[in-house]
């Protein structure tokens, strides 16, 4: 139930914004010298030659790089329930959510003070409020994507992870190479309560906690209204995951081709997690055309896009439970919710599959749920929007805490 699959000991520079904080970076994060492996014997050969972007800028800034954090086998998941490296665990012994389980239950025990994640359909922010730190998915291209093993070019982007704001809006400063975000005032911040997506299936136990934190923030000078978003889920499972499949195999081929060759034709069956096996399979069969996929990228994300903007006129954030239930026990795959049973990974992705395909930013900040376990409170804004919704967040923090 390890956290960390390999510790470590890389020093940064000796001054900078990040000197004397931890990193806890992502398996399928590449480190020089390390097994580049997404946390599965499929890649055990792999070893990277070259940082990722995103570490080189940690460690010039004066980060010290602790381990390899396990996750999710090659990112494939919201369990990290990795048959390879075993299952992670968060607070109180319970599923610490995936893909990047290792690097929020690491941020959230204190083995190390920041993480490296990635955030495809949620990643970088589910198991964040699984486990009580904060995550922060950026706008895209708010951080170089290099030296990551790609799910998805379109929807894929590094995310990071801290247990307060000011480390994380240092790292972001760090990994944007931008100057630090400031706290913003709550006064006539203009809250956006969306139903369809948002709050749909959520556990009335989770809604309360979201809803009396909300209250607080209007208490505060924000204001909220309720808007709607037709045709958002409809259009959004139209095409998130025939997008993820397309472009993986795209990504996927070439980079078995060079660094594999010639075990490429059973790497699926030296995948050791049944369920991210099957996935590879399915992306290994898939024949969606090019001209399919560019519909899908340009079309169908500018329909999300078009939804979300219409639904937040006049508006700076929406505002949501990141997770509808609370963490539940490890390797649970379906729970039962309001009466119904619901599979575990649609139940959790379909409302962060919102920022992911219209490529805004969005930060899950920790508050406490029923039982004392944790739960988030997810604001998200307009795409490039990251600095003014890092500064709402610091203030949030402030008033919340």
Not at 91 to 118: I, N, Q, Y
Not at 306 to 312: H, N, S, Y
Request: proline share 5%.
């Amino acid at each position: 139930m390890t956290a960390l699959i390999r510790e470590t000991n890389i020093k940064g520079a000796d001054s900078g914004a990040l000197l004397g904080e931890t990193l806890a970076v992502k398996a399928n994060i590449a480190i020089a010298g390390l097994s580049w492996d997404g946390a599965s014997p499929a890649l055990s050969k792999v070893v990277s030659n070259d940082h990722a972007s995103t570490v080189d800028r940690a460690l010039a800034a004066g980060a010290t790089i602790i381990g390899q954090a396990n996750m999710h086998e090659l990112a494939f998941g919201i369990t990290s329930d990795n048959a390879h490296f075993g299952v992670v665990a968060g607070p109180h012994g319970a599923m610490a959510g995936g893909s990047s389980g290792g690097t929020a239950a690491a941020v959230a025990a204190g083995l190390t003070t920041m993480g490296l994640a990635s955030d495809t359909g949620g990643s970088g922010r589910l198991p964040a409020a699984f486990c009580g730190c904060i995550g922060f998915r950026p706008s895209a291209g708010r951080y170089p994507g290099d030296g990551v093993l790609n799910l998805s070019i379109s929807l894929d982007t590094v995310s990071a992870m801290a247990p307060d704001m000011d480390r994380l809006t240092r790292l972001d400063s760090t990994l944007a190479d931008d100057k630090p975000s400031e706290a913003m005032p709550l006064e006539g911040l203009r809250l956006g309560r969306v139903q369809s997506v948002f709050w749909d299936n959520v556990d009335t136990r989770v809604a309360g906690p979201v809803e009396a934190a909300i209250e607080r923030l209007c208490a505060a000078g924000a204001v909220i209204e309720t808007r709607d978003a037709p045709d958002l889920h409809q259009t959004m499972d139209a095409i998130s995951l025939r997008i993820v499949i397309a472009e993986a195999k795209r990504w996927w081929m070439p980079f078995l081709e060079r660094e594999l060759q010639p075990d490429i034709s059973d790497f699926a069956d030296q995948i050791a997690s049944p369920d991210v096996a099957g996935i590879f399979r399915e992306i290994a069969a898939d024949e969606t055309t090019d001209s399919e996929l560019q519909s899908m990228r340009t079309q169908g994300r500018d329909r999300v896009c078009e939804i979300l903007e219409t639904a937040m006129d006049g508006l700076d954030v929406l505002v949501y439970p990141t997770v509808p239930i609370a963490a539940p026990k490890l390797h649970t795959e379906e729970v039962q919710l309001n009466g119904k049973s619901h599979a575990l990974f649609p139940l959790l992705t379909d409302r962060a599959l919102a920022a992911s395909l219209s490529g805004s930013p969005a930060i899950s900040l920790p508050i406490s749920g029923f039982d004392d376990r944790p739960l988030g409170l997810e604001p998200m804004a307009r795409p490039d929007d990251d600095r003014r919704l890092l500064g709402w967040a610091t203030t949030i923090e402030q008033l919340l805490s």
